[in-house]
């Protein structure tokens, strides 16, 4: 049983487009189409059992209509993140209005959407994400577009969890893609989750394990950055680390679960 908890796909009208503009940008070629039938066909052949698909607005103009998409597309195979843009003046109406559309949480990409997670203005999203339980999903560390002067770091994640310690943080990329040694030294072992998004490709072994030990397997959820990644091929990755059953069970499927509360048994 596999849930892979951080996926990308988009509407089939804009999934060429935004794949397009990705590829340019990350320099990798996608491993789907974007599409959501393409997306759930080959999860079912990589043997992800369900997956969540996480969804950014870039604009405040976006997230409704994102949000609406995404509530669409919902299934037993599939569930949603919305998302908010910090530049809405109707933000924290807009996650109430998603909580009502029965979206599983609510995903923020601080480097695209251009703030930095520790800004007072992104308060009253937090409150609110807190006040009605929605998980927030952060991309945490150095992305290719902004490498030297990422928005999100795991000191900033630490700094946002002990001012808001209701609100569940999921900490992308393993707590901070490509700023392992931080995430070790100050974020291991704190009250948020992180997810293994790209750590295949971008953390040592070692490391990985190390931070598991000292974090704990029972916040830890298995993700992909599918169409960028296989989620088999991170599976594959996971499995030769030779991890104990119960630990690999809490972070392939049993986590997941939990945090999202649905009934997948």
């Not at 059953?245 to 649905?262: H, P």
Request: aromatic residues 8%; charged residues 20%.
């Amino acid at each position: 049983m596999l849930f892979d908890m951080h996926i990308h796909m988009f509407s089939d009208g804009i999934a060429e487009k935004a794949l397009s503009h990705l590829t340019q940008l990350f320099g990798h070629p996608p491993l789907t189409n974007g599409t959501v039938s393409d997306t759930k066909r080959k999860m079912k052949e990589w043997g992800v059992t369900s997956f969540t698909a996480l969804n950014i607005a870039t604009k405040p103009s976006q997230q409704k209509v994102i949000n609406d998409w995404a509530a669409s597309v919902q299934s037993n195979q599939v569930c949603c993140f919305g998302t908010v843009h910090p530049d809405a003046p109707d933000a924290p109406q807009e996650i109430e209005r998603m909580a009502k559309l029965h979206l599983h949480g609510i995903k923020l990409h601080p480097d695209f959407q251009e703030f930095m997670i520790t800004d007072p203005k992104l308060y009253p999203i937090y409150e609110a994400a807190s006040d009605l339980g929605l998980p927030i999903t952060f991309h945490v560390g150095r992305d290719p577009e902004n490498i030297e002067a990422p928005h999100a770091t795991p000191s900033g994640i630490l700094q946002l969890s002990r001012l808001f310690p209701k609100l569940t943080i999921i900490a992308a990329h393993l707590g901070g893609a490509r700023m392992f040694d931080e995430v070790e030294q100050t974020l291991a072992g704190k009250n948020v989750y992180f997810d293994t998004a790209l750590t295949n490709v971008l953390c040592p072994p070692e490391q990985f394990l190390r931070i598991v030990r000292k974090h704990g397997s029972e916040r830890i959820l298995f993700g992909s950055d599918c169409p960028w990644q296989s989620p088999l091929d991170e599976f594959k990755w996971l499995e030769r680390l030779n991890l104990p059953s119960k630990d690999r069970e809490n972070i392939y499927w049993n986590n997941a679960v939990r945090l999202l509360k649905i009934d997948k048994s």
